[in-house]
């Protein structure tokens, strides 16, 4: 036997004390994960190519409007995520919306995450409260 262990209770060691079994960290949901992420370059703290990879179609090209006019930038207090919530209107598809506090100032930002035929997700639209970007004629 092991020192320190008791075989009829692994989790209880040979001082009596009970140690907690270990599980692993839940996954991370991809709302969760990409509502920082966006936050993080629409506030200025991380650079607009940072997303480039994790973006399909015309989802850069706004994220990179937004972040040029500093959309959720802030002086003084930091925004965060203060909560998510979110659709799947289809497997494969999620619409998200996060609402973002910094200080007593609150905003919404509302996004769609797809999933690929490698099942990464990646973001195909976001949009804040406000001025939409202007459509092209390659849209």
């Known amino acids: 036997m092991?020192?320190?262990?008791n075989l009829s209770n692994p989790s209880v060691t040979a001082a009596?004390?009970?140690?907690?079994?270990?599980?692993?960290?839940?996954?991370v949901r991809p709302t969760d994960l990409f509502a920082d992420r966006l936050l993080s370059?629409?506030?200025?703290?991380r650079p607009v190519h940072s997303m480039?990879?994790?973006?399909?179609?015309?989802?850069?090209?706004?994220l990179a409007w937004l972040a040029r006019r500093g959309a959720l930038r802030t002086r003084g207090t930091r925004p965060v995520v203060?909560?998510?919530?979110?659709y799947v209107p289809r497997p494969g598809a999620i619409e998200a919306f996060a609402r973002i506090g910094a200080g007593e100032?609150?905003?919404?930002?509302?996004?769609r995450l797809e999933c690929g035929p490698d099942h990464r997700w990646r973001c195909a639209a976001v949009e804040l409260g406000g001025p939409r970007m202007p459509h092209t004629d390659d849209d």
């Open 2 to 5: 092991p020192p320190g262990r």
């Open 16 to 27: 009596g004390t009970v140690s907690a079994p270990l599980r692993p960290a839940p996954p």
């Open 41 to 45: 370059v629409l506030s200025g703290q």
């Open 105 to 111: 100032q609150v905003r919404a930002m509302a996004f």
């Open 52 to 62: 480039l990879r994790h973006t399909v179609g015309r989802a850069y090209d706004e």
């Open 82 to 86: 203060r909560d998510i919530g979110y």
